[in-house]
């Protein structure tokens, strides 16, 4: 699980349509990762967006648009943070550990645009365990979430600058 130290989430952008729309609020947030891997807890500032939105029936939706790391929904917890590195580890290896064809058979111009980064074990972790988005029921005002749910960013190739583009329907 991430810091505040570790991370950090701005508002690039905040657009709010008029009313005639279905999207009353159109954000798009940068969230920068200073670690390697961490997995980000956004719930609460989804919660605030929401609750400015004035949308009391709706869904909220939120699209990750990159390929190392992705969204999921799951309790928050350091327990679970740290069996799920374990798991994705066993699933997916590091790419020091072991031979992915996206990381060893790209062409120089290839790896050039990549920056040099072998990557593939953070191509699969992204596949394996989060979705590119999210769609959660706002209902009464409030985002409908289980008790024990939180919405998360997972980050499996940091240190990076990640944007998401968050919108709220309404219904």
Request: proline share 4%; glycine share 6%.
């Amino acid at each position: 699980m991430a810091t505040i130290s570790d991370s950090r989430i701005d508002v690039v952008s905040h657009d709010v349509l008029p009313v005639g729309s279905s999207i009353a609020v159109s954000v798009r947030f940068s969230v920068t990762i200073d670690t390697h891997e961490a997995t980000i807890d956004l719930t609460d500032e989804l919660r605030r967006l929401v609750a400015q939105s004035g949308v009391t029936e709706g869904t909220l939706h939120v699209y990750c648009g990159h390929t190392t790391c992705g969204l999921t929904i799951n309790e928050n917890d350091r327990g679970l943070d740290t069996d799920m590195k374990a798991v994705l580890e066993r699933i997916a290896p590091h790419s020091n550990k072991h031979h992915y064809a996206h990381d060893k058979e790209r062409t120089p111009a290839e790896r050039a645009v990549h920056g040099e980064r072998d990557n593939g074990h953070s191509h699969a972790r992204a596949m394996v365990a989060t979705h590119p988005e999210l769609t959660i029921p706002v209902t009464a005002s409030k985002l409908y979430l289980g008790q024990w749910q939180a919405i998360m960013m997972a980050e499996f190739d940091g240190p990076r600058t990640r944007e998401l583009l968050v919108r709220v329907h309404r219904a």
